[in-house]
């Protein structure tokens, strides 16, 4: 069956929990520098993403701060991001992102395994976009099961087609692909 793929947000909405004495700083903080709540909080996070350094793979003396490597590391896709974050500190993946890596690397039609430099960090991907994309439901659903010990095939080209409802949704571009250049982050 197929689904549909809505458009993305421009904002998300986050909750949390806050000790009464933050919310109240959190407050002081937003009526001091004339913004909103949001504002604030987004400036804070700014700021902490430009003091917090991320550990490169394979090169332990060197951090770049979370600011700094946020062009790199951000896609609307997340395939894309769990890729990028795969290469550049791949201490920082989840065990579910990791379980959604594994399938998406062992998919030989969507993805050719990544070439790694000596210390095992990954210098570079080839993958099909459009496959990945059509791919990634069951991909997330395999990734679940996978997290939990169960057996998780990587999808096949043919499930993936069946799970579209055949080819209607490939063109010419379905077989373009694209590389993944991590090579700057790698001392090779």
Excluded at 12 to 18: A, I, N, P, Q
Excluded at 20 to 43: D, F, M, Q, W
Excluded at 82 to 103: G, R, W, Y
Excluded at 154 to 177: C, F, I, N, R, W
Aim: aromatic share 6%; net charge negative; glycine share 4%.
């Amino acid at each position: 069956m197929a689904k549909t793929v809505g458009r993305a947000k421009k904002t998300e909405t986050f909750t949390t929990r806050l000790e009464p004495k933050e919310r109240y700083v959190l407050e002081l903080l937003a009526r001091v520098s004339g913004r909103s709540i949001a504002k604030t909080l987004e400036e804070g996070i700014r700021l902490q993403a430009a003091q917090t350094k991320i550990h490169i793979a394979g090169r332990p003396e060197v951090s770049v701060s979370v600011d700094g490597l946020t062009g790199v590391l951000w896609s609307p896709q997340e395939w894309k991001r769990l890729v990028s974050l795969a290469a550049i500190a791949p201490d920082l993946l989840t065990h579910l992102e990791e379980c959604k890596l594994t399938l998406l690397f062992q998919s030989k039609f969507i993805c050719q395994e990544p070439e790694r430099s000596k210390t095992g960090a990954i210098k570079y991907v080839t993958l099909s976009p459009r496959f990945v994309e059509l791919a990634w439901p069951i991909i997330e659903e395999r990734a679940e099961l996978m997290a939990e010990g169960k057996p998780a095939p990587p999808p096949h080209l043919m499930e993936v087609l069946k799970y579209h409802d055949g080819a209607q949704e490939l063109d010419e571009s379905s077989t373009d692909t694209i590389m993944l250049d991590f090579t700057t982050f790698n001392q090779d």
